[in-house]
């Protein structure tokens, strides 16, 4: 039988107590669960597509479609930002071969947020929030520290921490995945994650998903 869904029951409430937020997303099988929470709880989500750190654009593309295809189908707008790999690539020279979760995922996750940060602030949001966080393979610290920064920069901005792996959410987000029969990438989205991944795999080591 079909769990209830909480946050019809338990509804979010905004950091600043208004009903629209800037949502990040780095993916449908991430944000679907969270752009339905912020849905069922009567808020106003706008997703904001920003992932220069994905490759190939073969990826990029199918990962975005898939993001598109769900925002449609519940009626949430959808900003597709600039795809800029070249200033991502700049940004994270010499971190090659960092582990995830180390400095090169920060690098990553600041230029995203801040990214986030920037539309939100010229756009008239006061609240953003990012679906980095959801993963189990992300560090939740790291990803709420870089949210955190990037909104120090824009007076007035409030970054939403806020632990979305909990409340049944790794459950519904599992749900998602499987009735939206959503694409499901095997690495989180760089080059690097993706010569990794490759690696893990020669290794047979379990893969990310
Ligand atoms: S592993 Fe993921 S978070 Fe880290 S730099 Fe690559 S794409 Fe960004």
Redesign the pocket.
Known sequence: MQKARYFRQNPLKSPDGGNRVLLHSCCAPCSCAIIEALHDSGLVPTVFFYNP??YPQAEYDLRKRENMRYAAKLGIPFVDADYDCGEWQLR?KG?EN?P???K??T???DMRLEGAARYAASHGFTVFATT?GISRW?NMTQVDECGTRAASNHEGLIYWAFNWRKNGMMDRRAALIKSEEFYLQQ????V??LR?SIRRKAMQVPSKS
Do not use: A, M, P
Not at 187 to 190: D, K, N, P, V
């Open positions: 750190n994905i994270t971190l960092e995830e979760r180390g090169r995922c690098v990553c996750f980095l992300k690495y989180c989205g760089c690097f994650s990794d």
